[in-house]
């Protein structure tokens, strides 16, 4: 299926594929790695024109994780016949992998399950454990490092992780974000729904892949007052960040085993996943140490009637550099500028009252 706006999609006649009889269909792919085929489009520079779009898919009985790739996202083949490119995981839901111009590697993030007594090399029982996420990369898309469990704070929340959606952030890739669906395995809503569980999904952020951090403990989307919400496997966040018209479209799985089951859009104004704010009695953020490469800063914030925020720049030695007025109003790209500050280091305090802080950069 095709869409120009992210959200209205067409799909796309193939026809060459049968299935049940039908010959005129927008099928593409049908055999076992179907269960979790995950395509996306390839933007490394150095990518054979018929490998543009790659994909990975399979399952640990099926000799792990395969690759694939297409020239035009409709004829697919396996770059790597002889089986499975990465073996170590369970795979059994969606994995998800990019190619990353911060790290110039491929990454993939998949499902496995943590047991601190398991053999990777030797699985006697698949499904035990608490439901987890590995990582690894590759230069070259079939040949990958080890994977590494993810890492996350001390006192980090316990959950189970059943999928991830891992993308870097559009416009700041050496941010990955990550929005994993939160699984509550022993909760049943509804005594007439077959299956236990609920769940939800959270936002996650890290800068290597490997250690997490959830610095927002409760859910990222949960369930509203519709019914159908409230059973298992809702939310399971599609991965991908479409940006478009200064918003960021990202999709999600709803109302799983129902018949209104499908994807919906979401969207959040640009780089507003998460804020530092603070309410009226005001609060003060102190920056570590920064090298600053240009003479002009964006930030990206919120303030109420009242509320403002203010910037006071200082260098190594804490004399003052240059100091803000209070600033008010919703944008998205404030711009400062103070001059002399390119090839200074120095640090900055953000004072905040009833405002939210969502980003702060030298491009926005």
Known sequence: AISRDALHFTRVPVNEMVYDGITENNIVKMDVYCHNFAPFFDNNPNCKPNERYKAIGGALPHDGIHAFASEDGIHWHDLHPQGGVISEGVFDSMNVAFYNPETRKYHCFMRYWYDPNRDFKNYEVIYKGMRAIRHCTSDDFIHWSESEENQYAEGHPVDQLY??????LPGAEHILVSFPMRFQEFRKKYDTFPEHGISDAILMTSRDGVF??????DA?????????EWSQRNFITAA???????????YAEK?????????????????????AYADGSGGIIQTKQLHFSSDDIYINFRTSAYGYVKLTFRDEADNLIYETGELFGNELSCPIHVDGLTGKTGSIQIELKEAHLYAIGSEM
């Open 163 to 168: 999928t991830n959606a891992t993308s870097p």
């Open 212 to 217: 997490w951090e959830r610095t927002v403990k």
């Open 220 to 228: 990222w989307l949960a369930g509203s007052t519709a019914p159908h």
């Open 240 to 250: 991908g960040i479409i940006c478009r018209d200064n918003r960021f479209y990202f």
């Open 255 to 275: 109302n799983y085993m129902w018949e209104n089951d499908g994807l919906w859009a979401y969207s959040v104004p640009k780089y507003r996943l998460i804020s």
